[in-house]
């Protein structure tokens, strides 16, 4: 139904430098302030040019931009979602609810995550932690998965359709008309997104 390899590559992910790219700038998003290629580039030590090659080779639509160029997206994002993730008394957002659960992970951060069931509007809250899910509520909220679309980019191709929920009912009439839905546990969802940001952390280390 999903997989995961699809999800990193549709990130523009495969190669060492791109998982550098994305890490550092995810880490310096979560300081709740547009970010300069320049000032991605020193927090890289790379130089201006080095950082502007890779980011103009990573798939469209991956990064978002202010009217400054600044960057201000990619998965963690200043820009308002329906999924609130508040780092360290910022409100950030993410694009998705899987983005939610495994970026923690990848900024060594707690983040409060506050997100509207798309079918009930209840609002769906957690805790997410580098080592799992606190203080879910409702306790039985569970999170929709989808396989990656093979046309778009990756938050119309995939983002779009990976949501909390308040229940599995909830999830489940909601999937009804949507054959390439699954609903999991909000737990199986930070399963898979710890093994994304795990190879996605590796893939960083290495390059």
Not at 71 to 76: N, Q
Request: hydrophobic share 40%; net charge negative; aromatic share 6%.
């Amino acid at each position: 139904m999903y997989n995961m390899d699809e999800i990193v590559e549709r990130l523009g992910l495969t190669g060492e430098r791109e998982a550098a790219l994305h890490v550092t700038l995810l880490r310096e998003l979560a300081l709740g302030q547009p970010v300069t290629v320049e000032r991605l580039a020193k927090s890289l030590n790379w130089t201006t040019d080095e950082a502007e090659l890779v980011l103009e080779k990573l798939p469209c639509g991956t990064i978002e931009y202010d009217g400054q160029g600044r960057l201000i997206g990619y998965g963690i994002t200043l820009r308002e979602t329906p999924h609130a993730f508040v780092v360290n008394d910022q409100t950030l957002y993410t694009w998705c609810a899987l983005d939610a659960l495994m970026f923690p992970i990848v900024i060594d951060e707690h983040a409060q995550v506050q997100s509207p069931c798309p079918h009930t509007n209840k609002p769906v809250t957690l805790t997410v932690t580098p080592q799992g899910v606190l203080l879910l509520q409702p306790e039985d909220a569970v999170v929709s998965l989808v396989s990656v679309a093979a046309e778009g980019d990756i938050r119309s191709a995939f983002c779009c359709d990976v949501l909390f929920f308040a229940s599995r009912q909830a999830g489940e009439a909601w999937c009804r008309d949507k054959p390439h839905a699954n609903i999991v546990s909000v737990q199986e969802g930070f399963e898979l997104g710890q093994r994304i940001a795990h190879l996605i952390l590796d893939r960083a280390r290495s390059h």
